[in-house]
């Protein structure tokens, strides 16, 4: 295993402090709906506290994506960890588009403009955003690193169920604020996300560490970002629904 180069502090500094912001922000209820809950801000900190709520969450994503990609470099190596950033993004894009195009397998929903930029010049990508294959690399890999962490040595099949098992958790605890607060997608028939929204995100995830994870790595320290990462993560979403009691 690797020890940490600067940059790896620097950008896991940068990613504390850009979702310690979100969190406050969700605390006070500050989303583009309310603009009024932060007029007696200064003019520039009105400006910034604009910008975070438009463009914080992409940002968050990017970020948490980077220091996970320096996550997996540290411990499996960056050839190991290219081919598993190539699968955790090829496997969930090509899910997403075909559940936004047909409604299988996660149920028919649509993506808003509210989660960041498009690849609009090819055809279908530009159905989802690419933040939606970030979100899932952040998701599997904190999580399997997490279990392995803790729980090294399972045969494949378990890890790969227990992982997926903690990524599934995730996507249920964010769900009601990213559709129903922040509008990122609109679901469908009754506005709900149905059971076989998470039969699929476990059984993706679930053969994504299967197939293509790599086998457990010695490491000679421990490494806490997977922990903070999802702990954050968990903090923030779980802190919006139980301010806006969803």
């Known amino acids: 295993m690797r020890p940490w180069h600067p940059s790896d502090r620097f950008f896991f500094l940068l990613y504390l402090a850009w979702i310690g912001i979100g969190i406050a922000l969700a605390a006070f209820h500050i989303t583009e709906a309310t603009p009024e809950r932060w007029l007696f801000l200064p003019p520039l900190l ?15 994503v990017v970020l948490a994506a980077e220091n996970t990609r320096r996550i997996v470099n540290n411990i499996w190596g960056r050839k190991a960890s290219r081919r598993w950033l190539i699968a ?31 690849v609009d010049f090819l055809p279908w990508l530009g159905l989802i955003p690419v933040t939606i294959p970030l979100a899932w690399f952040v998701l599997v890999t904190n999580a399997l690193i997490f279990w392995r962490c ?13 992982a997926a098992s903690l ?26 996300p149905h ?51 969803i």
């Open 150 to 162: 803790f729980l090294a040595g399972f045969i494949p099949f378990i890890e790969a169920a227990g």
């Open 195 to 245: 059971w076989p929204n998470y039969a699929a995100w476990w059984t993706v995830s679930f053969l994504l560490i299967l197939l293509f994870a790599k086998t457990p790595a010695h490491q000679d320290r421990p490494e806490p970002r997977p922990f903070v990462i999802l702990a954050t993560i968990a903090l923030f979403f779980g802190l919006t629904r139980w301010t806006y009691g």
């Open 88 to 118: 955790c993004c090829v496997l969930p894009t090509i899910t997403e588009i075909a559940s936004v195009l047909t409604g299988f397998p996660f149920g028919h929903y649509a993506y808003t403009e509210n989660l960041g930029p498009r």
């Open 46 to 60: 009105r400006v910034f506290t604009s910008f975070c709520v438009s463009w914080g969450d992409p940002i968050l």
């Open 167 to 192: 990524v599934v958790l995730l996507d249920w605890l964010m769900e009601p604020f990213a559709s129903k607060i922040k509008a990122y997608w609109i679901w469908g028939g009754d506005g709900q």
